[in-house]
Structures are given as structure tokens and as C-alpha cells.
């Protein structure tokens, strides 16, 4: 691969964690909105997990805005019905817009805004949100992770 190649491929990469981040954030804002609020609405699915008008808010916003900036990408989302299209696309937002949905309606805050981007079936980037406690992970291939923009160690 050229250098030509590669820098454009860094260029294309920082600019989806950049729409990334900000997505999950404003899901993140969004979702405090509901937390707590008797009255959400939540149902069970048919496989018995749990949905919530919060999960649906939230799927709508990151649709929105990570398919708008990246119209060629795919989507598969957890609360949204699959379309297959996703796998012609090269690169494929997979989201669960409430991870945790069983604890965010009953108030625990142990639940996150979860985004990953999937490059030719590679994992390349994600991020997680949870905005009760202000704890904003991030994780890009071959770069690390990071907890509120500093960088993560491991003990080992």
C-alpha cells in the first residue's frame, strides 16, 4: 500500500471516530432525558429482552447522524429490523443505542451507549458511553483504548 493510500485511510478513520464520538455523546445526552422517567415506555421482545422508547430515541439519533455523515456505510443495529444491504458495504456501524436496557429502566446506572464500526470485518473502532457516570471509553485497532481521553493501561 502506497503512502498516498495510507494517509487517506488515517484521514478517513479519525474523521469516523470524530463522528462517532459525537454521536454517541449527543445518545448519551439524549438518554439522561429518559433515565429515571416512570413514564418510559418499555416492552419485552419476543426473545424476552427488554426495549424501551429511550432505546428507540436514541437508535433514531445515531442513525441519523452516523448515516448522514457516512451515506456508503452500513447499519445493524439492535433495535432495528436487519437489512441485509449492510453486507455489500465495506464499512458497517453496528449499534446497541441502550446496552443495559434492563438496568436503565430500573434506574441502575450501569448501562452504555455502545457504537462500534466494522471495516471489512475487521472491528476497527467503537466507543462506549455512560453518561450517569461520566465515563466515556474509546478503542481504536492497533491504538489502544481510552477512558475520558486518557489512555488506558494494562496490568499484567
Keep these: 500500500m502506497n503512502v498516498e493510500k495510507r494517509s487517506e485511510q488515517a484521514a478517513d478513520s479519525a474523521g ?5 464520538r459525537n454521536a454517541v455523546k449527543d445518545a448519551g445526552q439524549l438518554a439522561l432525558e429518559f433515565f429515571g422517567d416512570r413514564a418510559n415506555d418499555k416492552w419485552q421482545k419476543d426473545d424476552g429482552s427488554f426495549v424501551s422508547d ?11 447522524r452516523l448515516l448522514e455523515g457516512r451515506q456508503g456505510y452500513g447499519w445493524l443495529s439492535e433495535e432495528t429490523e436487519d437489512d441485509l444491504v449492510r453486507l455489500s458495504k465495506s ?15 430500573h434506574d441502575k446506572p450501569h448501562w452504555v451507549v455502545s457504537v462500534a464500526l466494522v471495516v471489512d470485518g475487521v472491528v476497527r473502532m467503537g466507543c462506549l458511553y455512560n453518561p450517569v457516570k461520566e465515563e466515556f471509553f474509546e478503542a481504536v485497532l492497533g491504538g489502544g483504548a481510552k477512558l475520558n481521553g486518557q489512555k488506558m493501561l494494562i496490568n499484567g
Excluded: S
Aim: hydrophobic share 55%; no cysteine.
Design 16 to 20: 469516523d471516530l470524530d463522528l462517532m
Design 91 to 105: 464499512h458497517v456501524w453496528i449499534v446497541d443505542p441502550i446496552d443495559g436496557t434492563r438496568a436503565f429502566i
Design 54 to 64: 429511550a432505546d428507540m430515541a436514541l437508535d433514531k439519533l445515531l442513525h441519523q
